[in-house]
């Protein structure tokens, strides 16, 4: 049924505690994300969003940990478990993907291989049926010759093949949420779009709902249905990727789209027009306001004084902005440089 929630993220956190002072990471992340939905989460590096990613599988490596109301992954709370219990979720109702394959693939198994141990680590099925299924998954996500590239190692295969790979083993059992982490990012462009089209046209098949962190709004555009923005572990804002495209909010996303390269006059070549000015603030010395005041261009001294709560916008939609009402009637400058 469209629209039916299958995951809900009610104020996750991520911390570290390697010194006398914890450091948060991720700080009270709200999500929802209903069943064929694509959530993209975009920002700057460092912002937090493969943390966030790694949190709803309860991949926080230590001393890391995770805190929060709830992670609701159909229903159930999955926030806290551990072990063998979030292992059964993990690769079942809600699988990843990375931005480097080989990363997560194992060298010293072939990828047919890996994807009949994720069939059978969830599911009771005959090796037999397993290997058949793996087959019918190599050839869903168009892997040519898929029985002869069963016995591939995946070295054997190309950037793009070892994707397509790791999207068979993630959807191995139709997973309620996928998690894609960069998925396109180290691979050429051609490739980059075909694979977003498998996992597209393969959300569309299977209803799965898919988290999709990018640092590229074109992708955005394309892709995803609504969009989180993340500064420095906080969520600034979200909204329809039409809404947040046509009139971002936050002054931290007309930056960002502001800044996004552009496809300039000679074929393939980018430009950057525009950066957004400073840095993002270190974790041992986050702002006590708003963490973007430092490179706002439209700050008061309200600003800095305490975090912005997120105020509802139109659609179910939120920014975390004290000047809301200023970005709301101005049109975000065509040069944003211009606004500093
Ligand atoms: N093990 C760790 N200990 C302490 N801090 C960490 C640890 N892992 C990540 N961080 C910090 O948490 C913050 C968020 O990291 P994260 O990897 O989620 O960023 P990101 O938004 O995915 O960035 P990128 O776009 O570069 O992938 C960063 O400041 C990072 O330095
Ligand atoms: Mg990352």
Excluded: W
């Excluded at 912002?47 to 230590?62: D, F």
């Excluded at 393939?268 to 261009?297: K, N, Y």
Aim: hydrophobic share 40%.
């Amino acid at each position: 049924m469209p629209g039916q929630t299958v995951l809900s993220v009610e104020g996750l956190s991520v911390k570290f505690s390697h010194s006398d002072r914890p450091l948060t990471a991720v700080s009270e992340i709200d999500f929802e994300l209903a069943r064929g939905e694509t959530l993209a989460i975009v920002g700057e590096s460092g912002c937090g969003k493969s943390l966030t990613a790694l949190a709803l599988l309860g991949l926080i490596p230590t001393p890391g940990r995770i805190e929060g109301r709830a992670i609701r992954l159909e229903g159930r709370d999955i926030l806290g478990l551990q072990g063998e219990a979030m292992r059964r979720l993990r690769g079942n109702r809600i699988a990843m993907i990375f931005q480097e394959p080989m990363t997560a693939l194992n060298p010293v198994l072939t990828i047919g291989e890996q994807i009949v141990e994720a069939i059978r680590e969830h599911e009771d099925v005959s090796s037999v049926d397993a290997r058949k299924r793996a087959i019918g998954l190599l050839d869903r996500v168009r892997i040519p010759d898929p029985r002869r590239r069963f016995d591939d190692y995946p070295h054997r295969l190309s950037g793009g093949m070892r994707q397509r790979a790791m999207i068979a083993i993630a959807l191995a059992c139709s997973p309620a949420v996928l998690v894609a982490d960069e998925p396109t990012t180290a691979l050429d462009v051609t490739i980059q779009a075909q694979i977003l089209e498998l996992i597209d046209e393969l959300k569309r098949e299977t209803g799965t709902a898919v988290v999709l962190i990018t640092h590229d709004l074109g992708v955005v555009a394309g892709y995803a249905d609504r969009v989180l923005v993340m500064y420095a572990g906080r969520k600034v804002e979200e909204r329809t990727t039409h809404d947040l495209l046509e009139a971002p909010l936050h002054p931290y996303t007309r930056g960002l789209i502001a800044a996004r390269p552009r496809i300039g006059t000679r074929a393939g070549f980018r430009e950057r027009l525009t950066e957004i000015p400073g840095i993002v603030p270190s974790l041992r010395d986050m702002p006590a306001g708003c963490r973007f005041a430092p490179r706002c261009p439209i700050a008061t001294e309200a600003c800095r004084l305490a975090p912005p709560p997120l105020i509802p916008v139109g659609a179910g939609g939120s920014v975390a902005c004290l000047r809301i009402e200023d970005s709301r009637v101005s049109k975000p400058p065509a040069d944003y440089s211009s606004a500093y």
